[in-house]
């Protein structure tokens, strides 16, 4: 299993944010880091241009998107976009997509969300043939009908992988791309619900086993302080539990809510926590850093430290 980290997720101002993701990106990558994951905050920072920013500062780490909603753009656009950065970042785009969720693409974009997977699979058959250029995309189905030219094409294979928790998304996920990128998902969800169902998906089309990226919380604390970190995950995490996807997620393994998706307390804590997600068939783990303390100082001791042991772990699970 492959240890990555979540880069971008919190908010603020555009100068100090593009600022933050260069000293984390570089961090994650001198810290010898599988992966640097990013996630598309609706009314935050565009994720492609994130990857293409940590790309000219960064020289071997893999830059991972999780995940741009598919409705925002046509996926000849994304295609194009998704191409052009992969090239920059010298190969190193791990392409996340999927199709969001009803409160972002209905609710904030005002786009149908009547049929989210049929739209994916349409959705990918263009995608896909968008990015095996260069060459004509020539692709009609129920939601599109597309005759495109593209001069396009990426070197080195660009990894597409699909946020997909029910059946018939893992379904998709494992016959028309290279695997999974999950939020939510505890390890009982996964090696009973998810693993074995887009491996098989996999197998059935022919494809090689495909990634599983789980992302989970982590915070390095003593084991008497594990409660409050829990805590800390549901006060500042929690919103993302409302979705109905993520609640049938949930009702599929042991986790009741975020805060038992965090993997917190000492070293050996979080080790067996990381073996455990390996155990249960994930390739790539994606930490959530999550520090804990009362005051801004704290905050930040907590975050270094929990740096540093996720750094030292990275070797120690490959």
């Not at 919190?10 to 993701?21: P, T, W």
């Not at 996920?173 to 505890?186: I, K, P, Y």
């Amino acid at each position: 299993m492959r240890l990555g980290v979540m880069i971008g997720a919190e908010r603020g101002d555009m100068a100090r944010k593009v600022k933050k993701l260069i000293a984390d990106i570089e961090w994650a990558d001198a810290a010898g880091l599988s992966t640097a994951w990013m996630p598309q905050v609706p009314d935050d920072f565009d994720l492609l241009s994130m990857v293409a920013l940590m790309a000219s500062h960064s020289t071997r780490i893999e830059l991972g998107t999780a995940v741009v909603p598919l409705q925002a753009q046509h996926p000849i656009a994304l295609a194009r976009q998704a191409l052009s950065v992969h090239a920059i970042s010298n190969g190193r785009l791990a392409l996340g997509v999927g199709p969001s969720h009803h409160w972002i693409i209905r609710d904030m974009l005002g786009l149908p969300y009547d049929k989210p997977a049929a739209y994916t699979r349409d959705y990918l058959q263009v995608f896909n043939a968008a990015i095996s250029g260069p060459g004509p995309v020539d692709v009609e189905n129920d939601t599109f009908t597309v005759h495109n030219p593209t001069a396009l094409g990426a070197e080195t294979k660009m990894p597409v992988l699909v946020a997909a928790l029910g059946p018939v998304m893992l379904q998709i996920a494992g016959e028309h791309a290279d695997g999974t990128t999950l939020w939510m998902a505890d390890e009982k969800a996964i090696g009973e619900h998810i693993a074995p169902k887009i491996n098989k998906a996999a197998a059935g089309a022919g494809k090689p086993a495909p990634r599983i990226v789980a992302g989970i919380p982590v915070t390095l604390c003593a084991n008497s302080e594990i409660d409050a970190a829990k805590d800390r995950a549901n006060r500042i995490l929690a919103e993302a539990e409302t979705s109905p996807n993520y609640q049938r997620l949930l009702d599929r393994g042991d986790a009741r809510d975020v805060g038992d998706l965090c993997a917190a307390g000492d070293e050996e804590s979080i080790l067996k926590r990381f073996r455990a997600f390996a155990d249960a068939g994930v390739t790539d783990l994606s930490v959530r850093l999550l520090p804990i303390g009362e005051n801004r100082d704290e905050l930040v001791a907590s975050k270094y430290r929990t740096r540093e042991v996720i750094s030292q772990l990275a070797a120690e699970i490959r």
